[in-house]
């Protein structure tokens, strides 16, 4: 019997590793990143990938991207609600972890049609507010890797519950703008 599988709210049995989806659902992940925090939890205050998220779709817009690739910013690290994330400079030594994260995003960007959103600005919006964020909460030292030029950034510092409400509005309103 295959053991390899983890419970959501939506779903009994949610294989990791073969990822239908049918299986994913926004609930979920919207659950779970608002419960995720931030730098593997090691921060001062309680901030979670949700609100992250949020403000990673907030910029894109406001630099005026595409739509989809606004929406793709809001979803960016949906596969953390799967998989806990692993802080990058560990996951970059771990290969399995990285093929496994990479399939269920594949999945992911299927299910909400994300494929052919700008990933390279996404990705470009994600480092620069890692610095921006860790600057806010005193993290930041001189022995990172450059993630770019830092934001100009409101931080709300969400509680979970609130960043799930957040986060479901902001899907339901770009959703409805695609």
Same mark, same amino acid.
């Given at each position: ?7 959501t ?7 990791? $590793? ?5 299986d ?43 739509? $989809? ?5 809001l ?67 001189d ?9 100009e ?24 703008? $695609?």
């Amino acid at each position: 019997m295959n053991r390899n599988f983890i419970t959501t709210p939506a779903v009994p049995q949610f294989y990791f $590793l073969n990822p239908k989806p049918e299986d994913i659902h926004i609930e979920d992940i919207a659950c779970a990143l608002s419960k995720t925090c931030r730098f593997n939890g090691l921060i001062p205050v309680f901030y979670s990938v949700a609100e992250h998220s949020i403000l990673v779709s907030k910029i894109l817009e406001k630099q005026g991207a595409e739509m $989809l690739t606004v929406f793709a910013g809001l979803l960016h690290d949906a596969e953390e609600a799967y998989l806990p994330d692993i802080p990058s400079p560990i996951k970059k030594v771990m290969t399995e972890a990285q093929r496994i994260y990479f399939r269920l995003s594949l999945i992911i960007s299927e299910k909400y049609g994300i494929n052919y959103a700008k990933w390279e600005a996404i990705e470009d919006i994600d480092r620069r507010l890692c610095t921006a964020e860790a600057r806010a909460l005193g993290i930041w030292n001189d022995q990172w890797d450059d993630t770019g030029e830092s934001l100009e950034v409101d931080f709300f510092w969400l509680s979970p519950e609130d960043a799930e409400e957040v986060f479901l509005k902001r899907y339901a309103v770009l959703r409805d703008k $695609l």
